[in-house]
């Protein structure tokens, strides 16, 4: 069964920090690589930060760089998301998603890279 659950969602103030986290089921684990996505109010679902499993390159969203930090922990199949200096921009359903084998990390990431989807959790930032 695949399974793709989030958790650590939540309302901060702007410059405040929150983790999400998502537990993966091991077949889906196997993909190769997973990422977070976030889709905020009238905008498209942008890709925010992915790492492979086998660790080696990671990708950031330029608006997040240097805020965001990806981080998997093999053993437990978690995919967690470290949220720092957090601004009302950042506002948005968070999505943890594993992407279709072979995927590169040197390029924009696009919804149409996800093989599976997490039901998302909400982040709100209030200036």
């Known amino acids: 069964q695949v399974q793709l659950v989030e958790s650590g969602g939540g309302s901060v103030q702007a410059g405040g920090s929150l983790r999400l986290s998502c537990v993966v089921s091991?077949?889906?684990?196997?993909?190769?690589?997973m990422a977070w996505f976030r889709r905020a109010p009238g905008k498209e679902r942008e890709g925010v930060a992915a790492?492979?499993?086998?660790?080696?390159?990671?990708y950031y969203a330029d608006s997040v760089k240097g805020r965001f930090t990806i981080s998997l922990d093999n053993a437990k199949k978690t995919l967690s998301l470290q949220m720092n200096s957090l601004k009302p921009e950042d506002t948005a359903m968070y999505y943890c998603?594993?992407?279709?084998?072979?995927?590169?990390?040197?390029?924009?990431?696009?919804?149409?890279?996800?093989?599976?989807w997490g039901q998302g959790t909400q982040v709100t930032v209030s200036s």
């Open positions: 790492a492979y499993t086998g660790g080696g390159s990671t």
């Open positions: 091991l077949g889906v684990y196997s993909s190769n690589c």
């Open positions: 998603a594993a992407l279709k084998y072979g995927t590169s990390l040197s390029s924009v990431l696009r919804p149409d890279d996800v093989n599976y």
